[in-house]
Each structure stands twice: as structure tokens, then as C-alpha cells.
């Protein structure tokens, strides 16, 4: 009997302990939303959205994206006097740390910097530092076009322009009291350029490759750490994930020549397409992002879930979890939340933003 109680207690052990392992696989370490950071006299109902909304589904991380709307002082010519302020910015902050949100502020480096017809500050105060001056933004954009242009990129290799992107990360972490920063990095279809004199002839991997550890490398001066968008580390020909979901201009390769502890921010909006995992293997901590489709908002929580619960534990660790993305503005996204106004797609009125982010965290929360 004594034998008997003995082996019965190993089992419960075991059993036990395989549980508690189980259990700790399904709270997922990243349950993130981002958003574009609100306008100054939207500020307090957005306070309230993080009180109400996301400290109630248990959020705790904020990317809120910042860009060129905050009232820079570093760099007062990039600065929008309408944007946030230092003040705004602290008062964001207090409110995700009564939460313990983990506020993290995006500023779009690299690419993203126009959009159609209109051209982003940066370039628009530092014209000299454009990847492709020689294209010129047409008066009414449409895709596709000659010139294949999507957005601009500025030259990773001009000699000034990270003395000007570094002050901005700086002070807009600083602002927000931030141990990471998001720097965006999607999207980039123009780099490397046979019209740049500093850029032609280089390999695009190993272009995107050190503009990333540079970016990586300051942020570590201040002990933080690095979030990207993963797409253009995704090879968009073998994948058939296309050339805005992956890359087509063989950026891809930068994969194998970055810091694994840099944090990918994997998006997929039509389809949940598992490339956590290609990411995870390559050794990178991974976050999965829906945007306004709540099935593969569902799908994705499902999926990280798995992996995490049927993957070696070195592995399982790197899958962090999924992200809620909103690309509406976040005036517009609150207007839509909160039912003051509906723009849903007649073919799919649940096809938005709102009802994905309430059931991908429905999802997230059912289990715990």
C-alpha cells in the first residue's frame, strides 16, 4: 500500500506540475494593442479607453504611434504644434502604469515617410535625406504606378540622418517614461536605389540589416529595447504572402544578420498565416497582429496558444503573444467602439476594427 501511495503521488505530482506547465503556456506574455496616439482634445477620452476598455481585458502593452504629431523640442522644425505634448505624453503614461501597461511610442523609421500626394515631415524639412529624390509625388496618387511608388523612404546612409531620428526617438521615450520603442520598419519598397550615391550597388538585406542594428545599438545606450514590424524579414516570392505582407525587393536576408532580441510584430489581416513560428525558430521573441477580421484575430490567439503549449520551452518563450492593430486613427476608432458612428463593410459588417479587437480579447481572456 505504501508503494502503492507512493507511485499515486508521482503521478499527481507529474500531473500536477504538467498542468501549472499548461496553465503558464496559456497566459500570454504580450496582449497588445496599438494604436495612433490621440489628438490633444481627444486626450481624456482616450484616458477614459484605458481605464474602461483595455485595463478590463488585461492589455499590458501600449503601442501608441506618435510619428511627427508631439511638440518635439529636440528638434523644434519637426515638432507639430497641434501634436501631444511632454505633458500629454506623462499623462498617457500615469495612466498605464496604474494598470501596469507597458506604453511603448512608434515612430515610423525607414519607410513610411509619405503617403499618396502628401510628403511626411521629415522629408519635408530634410529634403536631401529622400532615398529617391528624382520621384516626385504626383497630384492625385493611384496604384500602381510608373514609378512603383508607395511611400518614401529616407537614405539609411545619409551622414545626418540618424542625428536627426535619434533625437526624436530620445525624447519622445523620454516623454513617455518608455524602456522600448517601436520604429515601424514596414512596408519598405524603396531602399537601396540605383539613383543614390551612397546606397547603389549595396545588398537591400544588408542595407535594412544595419539600419536596424544602428537603430538598436543607440536605443541600447538608454537600456531599451527594439520593436519592429516583421514584413519586410519575410521572403514574399517562396512564402506567396505577396510584396506588402513580405518583401519583394530581397530585404528578407536581413533575418539572419540582426539581434535576436530585437521584438517582431508579425502582421497578417486576411488569413492567419503562421510565420510566428519561422520567426520564433530564427530566434526572435514574436507578437501577432489581426487588424479588423475577428476570425483571424481568434485564429491567432489559437495558434499562439499552441505553439506556446506544444513547443520546447526555449521555443515556447519566444512566442509572446498577439496585438490589435487600428489603422483608422484613434478619434475615429473610439467614435466606432463606442457605436457614435458605423463604417462597416457592407460585405462583412463585422469586419472591423472594433468587434475584432473585442473578440480576439474575449479569446485571449476565456481561459483565465
Known amino acids: 500500500m505504501k508503494t502503492w501511495g507512493i507511485l499515486l503521488g508521482l503521478l499527481f505530482g507529474v500531473g500536477c506540475l504538467r498542468a501549472a506547465e499548461t496553465n503558464a503556456a496559456r497566459v500570454l506574455p504580450v496582449r497588445g494593442f496599438c494604436i495612433e496616439a490621440p489628438s490633444p482634445n481627444r486626450l481624456d477620452d482616450f484616458v477614459k479607453f484605458i481605464e474602461e476598455e483595455l485595463a478590463p481585458r488585461s492589455v499590458n502593452v501600449l503601442i501608441l504611434r506618435v510619428d511627427y504629431r508631439f511638440q518635439y523640442q529636440s ?7 497641434t501634436g501631444l505634448s511632454r505633458a500629454d505624453a506623462q499623462k498617457l503614461a500615469a495612466a498605464c502604469r496604474r494598470h501596469q501597461i507597458r506604453i511603448i511610442p512608434q515612430v515610423n523609421l525607414l519607410g513610411h515617410q509619405s503617403w499618396q500626394s502628401q510628403l511626411g515631415k521629415l522629408l519635408q524639412v530634410y529634403p536631401e535625406f529622400d532615398e529617391t529624390p528624382q520621384v516626385k509625388l504626383p497630384e492625385k496618387y493611384k496604384w500602381p504606378n510608373p514609378d512603383r511608388l508607395y511611400c518614401k523612404s529616407y537614405c539609411p546612409r545619409h551622414p545626418q540622418v540618424h542625428d536627426v531620428v535619434f533625437a526624436l526617438m530620445d525624447e519622445v521615450c523620454d516623454a513617455f517614461g518608455a524602456d522600448a520603442f517601436h520604429a515601424g520598419m514596414d512596408e519598405v519598397f524603396y531602399l537601396g536605389e ?7 550597388g549595396r545588398s537591400k538585406a544588408e542595407l535594412f540589416a544595419d539600419e536596424l542594428k544602428a537603430i538598436q545599438g543607440h536605443l541600447k545606450k538608454s537600456q531599451r529595447q527594439l520593436w519592429i514590424w516583421g514584413d519586410r524579414l519575410l521572403d514574399g516570392r517562396t512564402t506567396g504572402l505577396g ?49 479588423r477580421n475577428p476570425e483571424v484575430g481568434v485564429a491567432q490567439v489559437k495558434d499562439m496558444h499552441r505553439f506556446r503549449e506544444e513547443s520546447p520551452a526555449v521555443l515556447r518563450d519566444r512566442f509572446l503573444g498577439v496585438m490589435q492593430t487600428v ?11 463606442y457605436g457614435r458612428r458605423t463604417n462597416a463593410p457592407a460585405k462583412n459588417p463585422d469586419h472591423t476594427e472594433a468587434t475584432c479587437f473585442r473578440k480576439t480579447f474575449e479569446e485571449i481572456t476565456s481561459d483565465r
Not at 528638434?75 to 504644434?81: M, S, T, V
Not at 535576436?260 to 507578437?287: L, N, R, S
Request: proline fraction near 9%; include cysteine; charge should be negative.
Open 194 to 200: 540605383d539613383q543614390c550615391p551612397r546606397c547603389r
Open 327 to 337: 489603422w483608422s486613427g484613434s478619434g475615429g476608432f473610439l467614435d466606432q467602439f
Open 243 to 291: 510584396e506588402w505582407e513580405a518583401s519583394f525587393n530581397d530585404t528578407h536576408g536581413a533575418v539572419d544578420l540582426i539581434p535576436k532580441d530585437i521584438v517582431i510584430c508579425d502582421w497578417h489581416y486576411e488569413q492567419p498565416a503562421p510565420t510566428a513560428v519561422y520567426f520564433a525558430m530564427k530566434g526572435f521573441g514574436v507578437v501577432s497582429c489581426p487588424w
Open 75 to 81: 528638434r523644434p522644425e519637426l515638432a507639430d504644434p
